[in-house]
């Protein structure tokens, strides 16, 4: 068996472990393990600890330096060419440009902090 065979042996060995260990199942030395029982309700929080209120201001600040760049360098002028194409091709159809223009332009820009909590909407791409 030449080098190339025997990487190829290797390989293949290796794709079948990994994908065993990846596929969920029953293994033939284990018994099915029946679901745990739904766990207590976890206590309500206090309306603002002071802890959370900052974890999420840094969680706001740190989501909108990815967020503002990639939606004012990618999807406003993306979807304001498509806006301008969709002019073209429909022979001036306003309906259709203006919508893919709202939906590219409009919306959220800032991550705040009630949206990393989940008391405020964020109005991503796309939104109405």
Do not use: H
């Not at 390989?11 to 766990?39: D, E, F, H, K």
């Amino acid at each position: 068996m030449g080098r190339s065979d025997m990487l190829r042996v290797v390989t293949i060995a290796l794709l079948i472990l990994s994908v065993r260990l990846v596929t969920p199942g029953t293994g033939w030395a284990q018994q099915a393990i029946p679901p745990a029982p739904p766990a207590a309700p976890a206590p309500a929080p206090a309306d603002n600890p002071p802890r959370l209120t900052a974890m999420a201001a840094v969680a706001g600040v740190v989501g909108s330096f990815f967020y503002i760049p990639f939606k004012v360098g990618a999807i406003c002028p993306a979807l304001t060419l498509a806006s301008g194409g969709s002019l073209v091709v429909t022979g001036g159809d306003t309906a259709t440009a203006g919508y893919l223009l709202r939906a590219g332009c409009a919306g959220t820009y800032f991550i705040t902090p009630g949206m990393v909590r989940g008391q405020e909407e964020f109005q991503g791409s796309g939104a109405r």
